[in-house]
């Protein structure tokens, strides 16, 4: 056991002194020279590469002779009538066109993530995706940024902020204005306040509904969010009426919740991009005066070049549409 563990501290120390050869190996060598060393190759001459690169002759053979000297072997014949590699240099030719090659397309990559042309964005929502602000923004940035994958994730808004500080996702999209401990916020939207009721319902009969006319009637809520936010938002709006609502929490989804007031087990509320939903039986009343803002939780210390892309795009379309809705 005890050998077993000083081969491991001997293999240890080996690598690291091997890497600290290469390092000093590499500081020696300039991305410069292997650009001016392939040229060199393939133009067949310091003159010809010294045209096509646009410099000195001489930059070009000076840096060719010190990288030279730096590996210790001679990589050039130099003839009457140009240079030609030798067997050393064929050899390194080789290998650092690939280095060059590699650290272009590093370099092209990490400028095309800078500009969010690529990457990837990580968004969490609890809302619909088929109509409203959220949807028309990934339609604009969509468009604008073909190349940056947009990864959608449908969830509870506090499951999503735990993400974000994780760092597993970039940005979430919730309702309220609730301040996210470390997390930074910015309110993008707004949206009608709709109560879902039964097609065969008398309130359905009416364009709009005041909470006056709902301080009886029985609602239904899911277990899982928004469920509790809604709980509370209806005995605060209803507490005015000296009345304290009968909200039934039930153990379904979204869907399943609007599929029982169809049939008539109670009423519920819901935001206006959730009113693409189409059931039968259902029918959706805006409530006068009543809305629901929406905005953007992010992690400041999150640098992904697509998530600060994605957020100015929002920021934009945001200012956009307020001052669309301005009065003149």
Known sequence: ????????????????????????????????????????????????????????????????????????????????????????????????????????LACREVSAIGRSECGTVRVGFFSSLASGFLADLLKVYDFAHKGVRIDLLNGNPQDHVVAIRQMSMDVAFVSGERLWDGCEACPLWSERVYLVLPTSHELAEKCEISWSDVTDERFIVSDSAPGPEITDYLVQRLAGFSHHPEVDTLC?????????????????????????????????????????????????????????????????????????????
């Open 1 to 104: 056991m005890t050998q077993r563990v000083g081969n491991a501290e001997s293999n240890e120390k080996e690598a690291s002194i091997e890497s600290l050869h290469l390092a000093s190996d590499l500081s020696r060598l300039s991305l410069n020279q292997l650009v001016y060393f392939i040229a060199a190759c393939n133009a067949g001459s310091f003159r010809r590469a010294a045209i096509e690169l646009n410099i000195q002759q001489s930059t070009v053979s000076r840096a060719v002779r010190e990288l030279e000297d730096s590996l210790g072997a001679s990589l050039l014949h130099r003839l009457s009538h140009g240079v030609r590699p030798t067997e050393a240099g064929k050899r390194f030719h080789k290998r650092a066109r690939a280095i060059v090659r590699d650290v272009q």
């Open 252 to 328: 379904v989804g979204r869907d399943d919740l609007f599929a029982l007031v169809a049939v008539g087990r109670g009423l519920t509320v819901t935001s206006e991009a959730m009113t693409v939903a189409k059931l039968p039986g259902l029918t959706y009343r805006p409530i006068t005066g009543e809305r629901v803002p929406f905005c953007a939780v992010w992690l400041r210390e999150n640098d992904n070049p697509a998530l600060r892309k994605f957020l100015s795009v929002a920021r934009s379309m945001a200012r956009t549409a307020e001052a669309a809705h301005d009065p003149v």
